[in-house]
């Protein structure tokens, strides 16, 4: 009764959600296109299970291309089919995986646009990324026979206690998983606690962690700090901000200047729509602004904006010091491992419940401090930059943190293959 209940309510809605993509578009053009798919109507080529991996956005298609290139490496007769809700974990999809994989956006859960979805792709597995759970979606596969995997887990306490408001819809959905995969065992608990069958939940660590950056992309990275003539220049990357953070971390980066008048500020925004409005921001504060998307020159301004999709990965490679955004605003921060894998140490805000354990695992190691003012940032970032030393400690405790986690990938392997077998 209760996902009956659900899906009437879907059903009533969907012309709003409709209307949201709508007006979403006006900002990001890109929600308005392929509408249709998000239904289930679109044109594929004949398949027979097929490996279908669901990632909502760019950090779940991040997190899922070590996975997704292991599948096509262990089962080369099955196409992977992938999945996402975002224009940029769209584009993330295609610029990282290209025709290797067949890639739509995820149908909304409704079961007329699920079933048309399966009809066509056949999926012999289900594999969903870490907190992305559509009632449907799930119940819709098990019931046509297709086994779910929840891969690289994880649920706040915060989401758990919204889960538990809904209790006897989140026991009917989360019961009929055939693994989950949690990240820690606080994780794995709560999904016990909210109706999981103990003997279906099972901890692997973090895919995240086994992250690689291999020489090329080192290379790369030098050439491009080279190009900028940053080779003398401290430099500071902030990841991932969303509105509200900006102004602080310009204010702190005006603080670092006085002191550090050669330094340079790198802001890459966390969605493309407000690329506008932070190149506008930044003029503003008079500190001068170069826009990558331009090619601008670097050399003789303070801020470059990052306003390009699929190259943060390189450009951590060209910073000294990193902060990641969504921490300073009570968003709950995002993922500091990529930075953590270059060897950077790292100033972040508060707000961490997203990512609590490995925020935890990187403050007691040394390599992550939480910065709860502008003050307080400036001072972080500024000793940081000035000390060569202590800087070097930290990034080498994170890349220590790093190496002492990985592995998960290969358990959660194990899993899919145990599964399907």
Same mark, same amino acid.
């Given at each position: 009764?209760?996902?009956?209940?659900?899906?009437?309510?879907?059903?009533?809605?969907?012309? $709003?959600?409709?209307?949201?993509? &709508?007006?979403?578009?006006? !900002?990001?053009?890109?929600?308005?296109?392929?509408?249709?798919?998000?239904?289930? $109507?679109?044109?594929?080529?004949?398949?027979?299970?097929?490996?279908?991996?669901?990632?909502?956005?760019?950090?779940?298609?991040?997190?899922?291309?070590?996975?997704?290139?292991?599948?096509?490496?262990?089962?080369?007769?099955?196409?992977?089919?992938?999945?996402?809700?975002?224009?940029?974990?769209?584009?993330?999809?295609?610029?990282?995986?290209?025709?290797?994989?067949?890639?739509?956006?995820?149908?909304?859960?409704?079961? $007329?646009?699920? !079933? @048309?979805?399966?009809?066509?792709? @056949?999926?012999?597995?289900?594999?969903?990324?870490?907190?992305?759970?559509?009632?449907?979606?799930?119940?819709?596969?098990?019931?046509?026979?297709?086994?779910? /995997?929840?891969?690289?887990?994880?649920?706040?306490? !915060?989401?758990?206690?919204?889960?538990?408001?809904? @209790?006897?819809?989140?026991?009917? /959905?989360? +019961?009929?998983?055939?693994?989950?995969?949690?990240?820690?065992?606080?994780?794995?608990?709560?999904? @016990?606690?909210?109706?999981?069958?103990?003997?279906?939940?099972?901890?692997?660590?973090? /895919?995240?962690?086994?992250?690689?950056?291999?020489?090329?992309?080192?290379?790369?990275?030098?050439?491009?700090?080279?190009?900028?003539?940053a080779d003398r220049r401290p430099v500071w990357i902030c990841a991932s901000t969303h509105e509200g953070e900006e102004s602080m971390i310009l204010?702190?980066?005006?603080? /670092?200047?006085?002191?550090?008048?050669?330094?340079?500020?790198?802001?890459?925004?966390?969605?493309?729509?407000?690329?506008?409005?932070?190149?506008?921001?930044?003029?503003?504060?008079?500190?001068?602004?170069?826009?990558?998307?331009?090619?601008?020159?670097?050399?003789?301004?303070?801020?470059?904006?990052?306003?390009?999709?699929?190259?943060? !990965?390189?450009?951590?490679?060209?910073?000294?010091?990193?902060?990641?955004?969504?921490?300073?605003?009570?968003?709950?921060?995002?993922?500091? &491992?990529?930075?953590?894998?270059?060897?950077?140490?790292?100033?972040?805000?508060?707000?961490?419940?997203?990512?609590?354990?490995? +925020?935890?695992?990187?403050?007691?190691?040394?390599?992550?401090?939480?910065?709860? +003012?502008?003050?307080? &940032?400036?001072?972080?970032v500024l000793g940081l930059l000035q000390d060569d030393a202590v800087r070097q400690q930290r990034g080498d405790a994170a890349i220590g943190v790093i190496e002492a986690n990985r592995g998960a990938l290969g358990r959660l392997l194990g899993v899919?293959?145990?599964?399907?077998?």
């Amino acid at each position: 009764m209760p996902l009956l209940l659900y899906t009437v309510l879907f059903y009533i809605l969907s012309p $709003f959600l409709v209307l949201r993509l &709508l007006q979403r578009s006006l !900002k990001a053009p890109a929600y308005r296109r392929r509408i249709a798919e998000r239904f289930g $109507f679109f044109t594929c080529p004949a398949m027979e299970k097929s490996l279908w991996v669901h990632a909502v956005s760019v950090g779940e298609v991040i997190a899922a291309i070590p996975l997704i290139r292991e599948l096509q490496s262990r089962y080369p007769d099955h196409v992977v089919v992938v999945t996402t809700m975002t224009p940029t974990g769209s584009e993330r999809v295609r610029d990282m995986l290209g025709d290797s994989v067949f890639h739509v956006y995820a149908p909304y859960d409704l079961p $007329f646009s699920l !079933k @048309r979805f399966m009809a066509k792709t @056949r999926p012999a597995l289900l594999l969903i990324m870490e907190t992305e759970i559509w009632p449907n979606m799930v119940c819709c596969a098990r019931d046509a026979g297709v086994p779910v /995997v929840l891969a690289n887990a994880r649920l706040s306490e !915060k989401s758990a206690r919204g889960y538990a408001r809904l @209790r006897a819809l989140t026991e009917a /959905v989360f +019961s009929r998983f055939s693994r989950i995969v949690a990240q820690t065992e606080a994780d794995a608990e709560r999904f @016990r606690s909210l109706g999981a069958e103990s003997g279906q939940v099972l901890v692997s660590g973090s /895919v995240k962690f086994d992250i690689t950056i291999d020489d090329a992309l080192r290379e790369q990275a030098l050439a491009e700090r080279n190009a900028w003539q940053a080779d003398r220049r401290p430099v500071w990357i902030c990841a991932s901000t969303h509105e509200g953070e900006e102004s602080m971390i310009l204010e702190a980066f005006s603080r /670092v200047r006085a002191a550090v008048p050669e330094a340079l500020l790198l802001v890459a925004p966390r969605h493309p729509e407000r690329f506008d409005a932070v190149a506008a921001l930044i003029e503003r504060s008079g500190l001068g602004c170069a826009r990558r998307s331009h090619g601008d020159e670097v050399s003789g301004v303070a801020v470059l904006l990052l306003d390009t999709m699929g190259e943060l !990965k390189l450009l951590f490679g060209c910073a000294d010091v990193a902060s990641v955004g969504g921490s300073f605003i009570p968003r709950g921060g995002h993922n500091s &491992l990529e930075p953590a894998a270059w060897g950077l140490p790292l100033v972040n805000g508060p707000s961490d419940y997203n990512f609590l354990e490995i +925020s935890a695992l990187l403050q007691q190691a040394g390599a992550l401090t939480l910065a709860d +003012s502008t003050e307080t &940032l400036a001072r972080e970032v500024l000793g940081l930059l000035q000390d060569d030393a202590v800087r070097q400690q930290r990034g080498d405790a994170a890349i220590g943190v790093i190496e002492a986690n990985r592995g998960a990938l290969g358990r959660l392997l194990g899993v899919i293959d145990g599964v399907l077998s």
